[in-house]
């Protein structure tokens, strides 16, 4: 049964950084592509940023060129390092597999 735990979440000033992070246990983590997707309150969930098994990265045009996405598979762990904070990136973020979900982590940016 796969887990995925997120955290990093919290409550940050606009401009600021947070790194989230996810941490997967029962699956082959290394041979997987991760992801992080983001649900805004009253919006659909989309997609943040994706990191294949050979480390090529993908962003939406949204954070791109603020956050990074990376992982460490010694550690069964996905990152999200975000930078430049606003506003319009507060939501619930989220690790996947595409088929495995974590709880998510309440990232709050003030303005």
């Known amino acids: 049964q796969v887990q995925l735990v997120e955290s990093g979440g919290g409550l940050v000033q606009a401009g600021g950084s947070l790194r989230l992070s996810c941490v997967a246990s029962g699956t082959v983590f290394r041979f997987t592509a991760w992801s992080w997707y983001r649900q805004a309150p009253e919006k659909l969930r989309e997609f943040v940023a994706r990191?294949?098994?050979?480390?090529?990265?993908i962003y939406a045009d949204s954070v791109k060129g603020r956050f990074t996405i990376s992982r460490d598979n010694a550690k069964n762990t996905v990152y999200l390092q975000m930078n430049s904070l606003k506003p319009e990136d507060t939501a619930v973020y989220y690790c996947t597999n595409t088929n495995d979900w974590g709880q998510g982590t309440q990232v709050t940016v003030s303005s």
């Open positions: 990191i294949t098994n050979t480390d090529n990265t």
